[in-house]
C-alpha cells in the first residue's frame, strides 16, 4: 500500500522529469538542427536559364546606358568609393565607379559594393555579358549565387535597358581599387536560409524608349522600373521578399537611417497628389524640374538626388506627369526628415 503510495506520488514528477529532458534535448537538437540547416541552406545556389544579353558596340546604345548608368538607375550612388563623392559631385563623367561604400548592417553583416571598372583582377573586367546581365536582371551571378543589394535595391529593368548598361559598363576605364568581398554573420545566412532574401521578385515593366515628348507611360515605366522610385515611395516591406503593403507612391514602408548620421532618420513622402499628404501636390513640373536640379538639401538623405538630376529633361517631366495621373491616397508616413524614432505610424 505505502509502496503504491509512494510510486504514485514521484511517479508524475519523474514523468514530468523526463517530459522536460525530452523537451531539453529535442530543442539541443533543434538549435543543433537549425544551425547545421542555416549552414547547409544559408548559401544557396539559384538557378536561371541563360539571359542570352550581350554587350553592344553601337554608340546609341552605349550613350543610353550611360545615362542610365549615371541617372535614373543610379548605379554611383552605391558604386563611388564614398557617400560624401556621391554628394559633392554631379555624377556624370566624374564619380568613379571603382566601389568600396560599406554597409554595416548588423542582423545581415558587411556588404562593399564592388569596383566596376574594366580592371582584370578588381574590378569586372573578367566577368562575362552573362554575368553581368544575371544580376542586374536577378540578382544572381552566374555562379548561381544572391548579390542581396543587387536583388533589393536596383530597379527592374528589361532586356534592352539591361543591354544598355552593361554595354556602357563595358567602356569604363581600369582601376586597381580593392575592395572587400560581403561578409554575411549567422543572422544573414539564416535569412537567406529561409528566403527572406531571395532573386529579384518585382515584376519587369515592358521597354518604354526614350523619347523627346515626355509621356505619363515613359514615367510609369522610369518610376516603377529603372529609377525604382516606387519602392522608396511606397510601402515596401523589404524583408518580406519585397512585398508591397499598402498603395504604391502612399510614402515610405518604414524610415531609413541618415548616410551620415543616424540620430536622424528618413522616410521617402506620399507623391500621390492628395490635397493633405501628397508632398508635391501644390508643385508645378517647373518646380519639379527646379527641386531636381537643387540637388541634396540635406546630405544625410538616403535618395539619390544627384543621379536623377542627370535624366533627360522629358524623362522628369515624364516621371513628374506619372505621379500626379496617380489616385490620390490620404496616408500620412510622417515628416520626411525627423529625430530618429520621433514618429510613429498611425495605422
Ligand atoms: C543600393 C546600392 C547599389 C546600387 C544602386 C547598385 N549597386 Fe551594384 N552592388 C552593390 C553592392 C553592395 C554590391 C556587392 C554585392 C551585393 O551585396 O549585392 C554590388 C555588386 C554589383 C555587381 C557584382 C559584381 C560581382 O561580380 O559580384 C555588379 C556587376 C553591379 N553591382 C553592378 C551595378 C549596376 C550596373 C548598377 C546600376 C544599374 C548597380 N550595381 C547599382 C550596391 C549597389
Ligand atoms: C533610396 C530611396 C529613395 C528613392 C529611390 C527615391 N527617393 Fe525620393 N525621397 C526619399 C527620401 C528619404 C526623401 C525625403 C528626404 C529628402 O527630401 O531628401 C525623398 C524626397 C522626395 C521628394 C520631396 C522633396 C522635397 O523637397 O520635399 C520628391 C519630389 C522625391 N523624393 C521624388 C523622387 C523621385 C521622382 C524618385 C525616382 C526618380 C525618387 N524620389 C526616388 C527617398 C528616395
Given at each position: ?10 511517479r ?7 517530459i ?9 537538437l533543434?538549435?543543433a ?6 549552414q547547409?541552406a544559408?548559401d544557396?545556389t539559384?538557378e ?6 550581350r554587350?553592344s ?5 552605349i550613350a543610353?546606358?550611360e545615362?542610365?548608368f ?5 548605379c ?7 557617400w560624401e563623392?556621391?554628394v559633392r559631385d554631379?555624377?556624370m ?11 554595416i ?10 569596383n ?22 536577378h540578382?544572381?551571378g552566374?555562379?548561381?549565387k544572391l ?11 528589361p532586356?534592352?535597358?539591361i ?14 581599387h ?5 561578409e ?15 532573386p ?23 518610376a ?12 515596401y ?8 503593403s ?14 551620415e548620421?543616424?540620430?536622424f532618420?528618413?522616410?521617402a ?11 508635391i ?7 519639379f ?6 540637388g541634396?538639401?540635406?546630405s544625410?538623405?538616403?535618395?539619390p538626388?544627384g543621379n ?22 490620404a ?5 520626411p526628415m ?10
Open positions: 500500500m505505502s509502496g503504491h503510495a509512494s510510486v504514485s506520488t514521484s508524475p514528477r519523474r514523468r514530468w522529469l523526463r522536460l529532458a525530452y523537451l531539453g534535448s529535442s530543442l539541443l533543434c538549435a538542427g537549425f544551425v547545421a540547416f542555416v547547409v544559408g544557396p539559384f536561371f536559364p541563360p539571359t542570352g544579353i554587350a558596340t553601337d554608340p546609341a546604345v543610353r546606358g545615362n542610365l549615371h541617372g535614373a538607375m543610379h554611383t550612388a552605391c558604386h563611388a568609393a564614398s563623392r556621391v554631379k555624377p563623367g566624374m564619380v568613379e565607379p571603382i566601389g568600396g561604400q560599406e554597409w548592417v548588423p542582423p545581415l553583416g558587411t556588404m562593399w559594393s564592388s566596376l571598372s574594366s580592371d582584370q583582377v578588381h574590378g569586372i573586367g573578367a566577368r562575362s555579358d552573362e554575368h553581368l546581365a544575371m544580376i542586374l536582371k540578382g544572381v552566374e555562379d548561381g548579390r542581396i543589394f543587387m536583388s533589393m535595391a536596383v530597379g527592374m529593368a532586356d534592352e535597358d543591354q544598355a548598361v552593361i554595354s556602357y559598363l563595358r567602356t569604363l576605364p581600369a582601376s586597381d580593392e575592395v572587400p568581398d560581403d554575411l554573420n549567422f543572422g544573414g545566412r539564416a535569412m537567406l536560409a529561409f528566403g527572406i532574401f531571395g529579384k521578385s518585382l515584376p519587369t515593366p515592358a521597354f518604354v524608349p526614350p523619347a523627346d515628348e515626355p509621356s505619363i507611360e515613359r514615367g510609369e515605366y522610369l516603377n522600373g529603372p529609377a525604382m522610385c516606387s519602392t522608396c515611395h511606397s510601402p516591406d523589404f524583408l518580406g521578399g519585397m512585398k508591397q499598402g498603395p504604391l507612391f502612399s510614402g515610405c514602408f518604414a524610415a531609413e537611417p541618415g548616410k548620421n543616424d540620430n532618420e528618413y522616410c513622402p506620399n507623391l500621390t497628389p492628395d490635397p493633405k499628404y501628397g508632398r501636390v501644390n508643385w508645378t513640373e517647373e518646380d524640374l527646379r527641386r531636381l536640379a537643387a541634396f538639401v540635406d544625410n538623405s538616403v535618395m538626388w536623377y538630376d542627370m535624366m533627360s529633361d522629358a524623362d522628369k517631366r515624364s516621371v513628374f506627369r506619372y505621379l500626379n495621373s496617380l489616385p490620390p491616397t496616408r500620412d508616413s510622417g515628416p525627423r529625430a530618429a524614432g520621433s514618429w510613429e505610424p498611425q495605422d
